[in-house]
Each structure stands twice: as structure tokens, then as C-alpha cells.
T-cell receptor, first 110, second 115 residues
Framework: GENVEQHPSTLSVQEGDSAVIKCTYS??????FPWYKQELGKRPQLIID?????GEKKDQRIAVTLNKTAKHFSLHITETQPEDSAVYFC?????????FGKGNQVVVIP | GAGVSQSPSNKVTEKGKDVELRCDPI?????LYWYRQRLGQGLEFLIY????????KSGLPSDRFSAERTGESVSTLTIQRTQQEDSAVYLC?????????????FGPGTRLTVL
């Protein structure tokens, strides 16, 4: 089955700087790659997603890039703010279910 | 509209007891998923229901775990003879349909503590 890995496990950034989280996946047939944000004690929520026929997608301060050849995709957060502090999960879908990475703890230092 | 709901929000049980967790998906969502999230860990897939098709049970960790879903409505996850390692948050998610590009909406989770 699909195996998704995230790096780094923890990322600290100064407020206003950019944060980048990278994920790799194993199944070349995977065609959908969402990112979920989970704030402490809350449920995961979708923040951005990308399909395999697109290389990049942007939504305000967040963007996702996909490299199908290398089988990796990244989340980019620019001009980070304290409310961006959370755990971010990447996922990949090959069949009808998502395989999630273990999550990245992002800490934005004011 | 109402989102995914789960009950109970918290459950404390003694080792060896059975527990039943409930998930009410968003109305009209045909796909339903159960995940387990241990403290500080990622989302571990357990089981997936899609309409009247046979569920994908490939993520269930042992035969103590089972789940049912009636049509396209409520689902229950049952853990028999609970063990301490079953302590985790159990998350349910639903999506309008299977396949790529379909957002999964998560419930608030049930925090299970096995003493």
C-alpha cells in the first residue's frame, strides 16, 4: 500500500518567515494530495490539496507543489503568523482511501 | 449544516471491557472512514465504508476491532477486550463520494483511555 513520509517532524520559524514541509510517497499511482491542519485538541481540517495533473497550487499564504517524477510534494507557508502553529498532515490517495504522514509540528515564534 | 459528529467525546474504561464508539457522518456522504490517532502521532487508517460495498478492513489492527455501518448513515466502531495500547483518539471522517479530490470532513473524535 501507499507509504507517506513527512520531514521534518518539528519545525520552528520566526513570525513572518516562511515554512516548508516536505512529504514523499511511494505509490506512483497516487493522484490526489491533500494537506490537513490540526490545531491542538481540534479535528484535522483540509487547508489545500492538489491533483496529480497540476504542479503547483496557491491559496493566499499557502501553496503546494508536486513533483510526480520524484514522488514528493511540499507545503509552503509564507509570512507565517502565530495562528499557523499547528500539526500539519500530508496525505496521498492511490485507491479509495488516504494514507497520511505522521505529521509536522510547526511552531511560529512571535 | 451539521458536520460529522462522534460520541462519546471521552471514554474511560477498564482493561478487558468492550467499548462502542459512534459516528454520525454528514448527511448524503457515501464514504465513511475510521482513523486512530495515538498521542503525538499521525492518523492511522482503520476501516473504510463506501455505500453498500464490502468495507475495506485492511487497517484494523486485530480481530478485537470491528465496525459496522447501516446504509449511508451512522457507523459504530467496537473494540472488544480493550487493552492499554488501545488508548488513543478515534476519528471518524466522511466524504461526499470516494475518489480523488473529495475532501474528507473529520469529526471531533472520541478520546479513549483504557486503564
Amino acid at each position: 500500500g501507499e507509504n507517506v513520509e513527512q520531514h521534518p517532524s518539528t519545525l520552528s520559524v520566526q513570525e513572518g518567515d516562511s515554512a516548508v514541509i516536505k512529504c514523499t510517497y511511494s505509490d506512483s499511482a497516487s493522484n490526489y494530495f491533500p494537506w490537513y491542519k490540526q490545531e491542538l485538541g481540534k479535528r484535522p481540517q483540509l487547508i489545500i490539496d492538489i491533483r496529480s495533473n497540476v504542479g503547483e497550487k496557491k491559496d493566499q499564504r499557502i501553496a503546494v507543489t508536486l513533483n510526480k517524477t520524484a514522488k514528493h510534494f511540499s507545503l509552503h507557508i509564507t509570512e507565517t503568523q502565530p495562528e499557523d502553529s499547528a500539526v500539519y498532515f500530508c496525505a496521498a490517495r492511490g485507491n479509495n482511501r488516504l494514507a497520511f504522514g505522521k505529521g509536522n509540528q510547526v511552531v511560529v515564534i512571535p | 449544516g451539521a458536520g460529522v459528529s462522534q460520541s462519546p467525546s471521552n471514554k474511560v474504561t477498564e482493561k478487558g471491557k468492550d467499548v462502542e464508539l459512534r459516528c454520525d457522518p454528514i448527511s448524503g456522504h457515501t464514504a465513511l472512514y475510521w482513523y486512530r490517532q495515538r498521542l503525538g502521532q499521525g492518523l492511522e487508517f482503520l476501516i473504510y465504508f463506501q455505500g453498500n460495498s464490502a468495507p475495506d478492513k485492511s487497517g484494523l489492527p486485530s480481530d478485537r476491532f470491528s465496525a459496522e455501518r447501516t446504509g449511508e448513515s451512522v457507523s459504530t466502531l467496537t473494540i472488544q477486550r480493550t487493552q492499554q495500547e488501545d488508548s488513543a483518539v478515534y476519528l471518524c471522517a466522511s466524504s461526499q463520494r470516494p475518489g480523488p479530490g473529495t475532501e474528507q470532513f473529520f469529526g471531533p473524535g472520541t478520546r479513549l483511555t483504557v486503564l
